[in-house]
């Protein structure tokens, strides 16, 4: 980024304010700056610096978060699909898309039967 400034053509330069600083010369204008704008350039850069830090500490911060919790994360995984299966069957249950014979194992459709074991 080159940054803020205020371009004024040739013909408008016996206008320009004292306080102007002249930052580039082009062919049928001038660019310059001031100090408002000197700031507000470093208050944006600077906000990106800031909000890189707040990105970096809150991904350190969910790494570490992960790593306490990684006993847990490894026993629910050994349990996980079991409890998934058992969700699954419970819901097609409730839709009434499957019922369960109480007498059997057997879980039967309209279309298949399948054995749970």
Same mark, same amino acid.
């Given at each position: 980024?080159?940054?803020?400034?205020?371009?004024?053509?040739?013909?408008?330069?016996?206008?320009?304010?004292?306080?102007? !600083?002249?930052? /580039? +010369?082009?062919?049928? *204008?001038?660019?310059?700056?001031?100090?408002?704008? #000197?700031?507000?350039?470093? $208050?944006?850069?600077?906000?990106?610096?800031?909000?890189?830090?707040?990105?970096?500490?809150?991904?350190? !911060?969910?790494? /570490? +978060?992960?790593?306490? *919790?990684?006993?847990?994360?490894?026993?629910?995984? #050994?349990?996980?699909?079991? $409890?998934?299966?058992?969700?699954?069957?419970?819901?097609?249950?409730?839709?009434?898309?499957?019922?369960?014979?109480?007498?059997? +194992?057997?879980?039967?459709?309209?279309?298949?039967?399948?054995?749970?074991?």
């Amino acid at each position: 980024m080159f940054g803020y400034y205020i371009e004024i053509t040739k013909s408008n330069l016996d206008n320009v304010p004292a306080e102007y !600083e002249r930052k /580039q +010369t082009l062919v049928n *204008a001038e660019r310059f700056t001031t100090q408002e704008l #000197k700031d507000y350039e470093r $208050s944006v850069l600077g906000a990106q610096e800031r909000c890189l830090e707040i990105e970096r500490r809150i991904f350190l !911060e969910l790494r /570490q +978060t992960i790593l306490a *919790a990684s006993a847990r994360i490894r026993a629910l995984r #050994k349990r996980l699909p079991k $409890s998934i299966c058992w969700h699954v069957l419970r819901s097609l249950l409730r839709r009434g898309a499957m019922c369960v014979r109480k007498s059997t +194992t057997q879980v039967c459709s309209k279309r298949w039967r399948r054995v749970i074991r």
